[in-house]
């Protein structure tokens, strides 16, 4: 069975860093694109980025480029969402998703496994 | 960058109704759109993908049409467990997009 697996809840302080975690099990963790979905309170869905594990390859959003890093490490089948300076504005609840295709040319397909999400909390 | 608009933005229902949810891009995606559900407190599950193929598991009240820029969600004859929010998504390019949302609730 696919799982995807987050790490918990997080309470932070303006300008403190995090690193959340998402743990893959039950499939082929590096051939599979891994995203980062944001909902902020009452909100919508949001793409952060994306990572291809096999390589580490990295694609942003735009509104998101250069505000957050999106690593993964193979050995252990985690995809990591890294802030070095956090903002009020960043709190929101966050989900890591596997694309539903293989590889790296995965064109077919949306989300079809996702975490539980990690409540990230920023506040003073 | 592909904007994707929802409309309603809430829909009322009474249980045993057809629903039509409705989602427009802001230009064409052929039939690389995907939908999906979400209840409060969880995570969403995709429905459907390639804008009329249900994912796995999904029941057969739930289907999918259009291509290019318009797009419908009909979910028939809604039961109980069917009200919720449900997004639409490209992903014809990047950055991939969602759609707003469209809340059914009961009426």
């Known amino acids: 069975e696919v799982q995807l697996v987050q790490s918990g809840a997080e309470v932070k302080k303006p300008g403190e860093s995090l690193k959340i975690s998402c743990e893959g099990g039950?499939?082929?963790?590096?051939?599979?694109?891994i995203a980062w979905v944001r909902q902020m309170p009452e909100k919508g869905l949001e793409w952060v980025g994306s990572?291809?594990?096999?390589?580490?390859?990295?694609t942003y959003s735009p509104s998101f480029q250069g505000q957050v890093t999106i690593s993964a490490d193979r050995s252990i089948n985690t995809a990591y969402l890294q802030w070095h300076s956090l903002k009020a504005s960043d709190t929101a609840m966050y989900y890591c998703?596997?694309?539903?295709?293989?590889?790296?040319?995965?064109?077919?397909?949306?989300?079809?496994?996702w975490g539980q999400g990690t409540l990230v909390t920023v506040s003073s | 960058e592909t904007v994707m608009t929802q409309s309603p933005a809430t829909l009322s229902v009474s249980p045993g109704e057809t629903g039509t949810l409705s989602c427009r891009a802001s230009?064409?995606?052929?039939?690389?759109l995907a939908w999906y559900q979400q209840k409060p407190g969880q995570a969403p599950r995709l429905l459907i993908y390639?804008?009329?193929v249900r994912a796995t598991r999904v029941p057969d009240g739930f289907s999918g049409s259009g291509s290019g820029t318009e797009f419908t969600l009909t979910i028939s004859s809604l039961q109980s467990e069917d009200f919720a929010v449900y997004y639409c998504?490209?992903?014809?390019?990047?950055?991939?997009?969602f759609g707003g949302g469209t809340k059914v609730e009961m009426k």
């Open positions: 998703a596997k694309r539903q295709c293989s590889g790296w040319y995965c064109t077919v397909g949306g989300f079809d496994s």
């Open positions: 039950g499939y082929s963790f590096t051939n599979y694109w």
């Open positions: 990572i291809y594990p096999g390589d580490s390859h990295t």
């Open positions: 230009q064409s995606i052929g039939s690389k």
């Open positions: 390639g804008a009329s």
């Open positions: 998504q490209q992903y014809n390019d990047w950055p991939l997009t």
